[in-house]
């Protein structure tokens, strides 16, 4: 059973543009966080989000959570070749991490 | 920073041979996991644990064992390699009770099971 729905599935966009990505529930989130994850890498922690309708930045970055805590954005601004990768959501569900299949973005030079 | 390391970036193994994965953390973190990663699939929940000696089935177990004697190391033993496992295995620590899960990745070891 998918918990949580990210979209769009994949993502190509030219250098410059802004993108956003998302992560839904039909549960109410723990918590939230956003991971990226390079090519041949792990994923790394960008940002965990709590409280609904928190508002988080990360430079370019940009991580919403819902006021009903069910879903989650992130928006990229002027997206760079440096960001492109896997971006995953996880929740806490049942004391075991949850993640998404996540949004594979690819930004063209 | 933490650091998490894992004893192959890549591994090539014959069907039926057992396999030891090797995950070390360094900030002294109570709890380690080990997932593995597909296309499609998304990561998915092997075994973890949440101290030395204990350990508790994720949500694809069966295939797998794994063994925590020290704090900082969590093995994960593929008993007889299979085709169908041939994956991106992932480990990762965290800090704190199971819910307090901000979790830190190895680089992940690329095992191909031929």
């Known amino acids: 059973t998918q918990l949580l729905e990210q979209s769009p599935q994949f993502l190509s966009i030219q250098e410059g543009e802004n993108l956003t990505v998302y992560c839904n529930s039909s549960?109410?989130?723990?918590?939230l966080q956003w991971y990226r994850q390079e090519p041949g890498e792990g994923p790394v922690l960008l940002v965990t989000?709590?409280?609904?309708?928190e508002v988080k930045k990360l430079k370019r970055l940009t991580f919403q959570f819902g006021d009903a805590r069910k879903d989650s954005s992130l928006h990229i601004t002027a997206a760079q070749p440096g960001d492109t990768g896997l971006y995953l959501c996880?929740?806490?569900?049942?004391?075991?991490?949850?993640f998404g299949k996540g949004t594979r973005l690819h930004i063209l030079p | 920073d933490v650091k998490v390391t894992q004893s192959s970036r890549y591994l090539v193994k014959r069907t039926g041979e057992k396999v030891f994965l090797e995950c070390v953390q360094d900030?002294?973190?109570?709890?380690m996991f080990w997932y593995r990663q597909d296309p499609g699939l998304g990561l998915r929940l092997i075994y973890f644990?949440?101290?030395?000696?204990?350990?508790e089935k994720g949500d694809i177990p069966e295939g797998y064992s794994v063994s925590r004697e020290k704090k900082e190391r969590f093995s994960l033993i593929l008993e007889s390699a299979s085709t169908n496992q041939t994956s991106m295995y992932l480990c990762?620590?965290?800090?704190?009770?199971?819910?307090?899960?901000?979790?830190?990745f190895g680089p992940g070891t690329r095992l191909t099971v031929t």
């Open positions: 644990s949440y101290d030395v000696k204990m350990k």
């Open positions: 900030m002294d973190h109570e709890n």
């Open positions: 996880a929740d806490d569900r049942d004391d075991k991490i949850i």
């Open positions: 549960s109410v989130f723990s918590s």
């Open positions: 989000v709590v409280t609904g309708g």
């Open positions: 990762a620590s965290s800090f704190g009770e199971m819910s307090s899960y901000e979790q830190y």
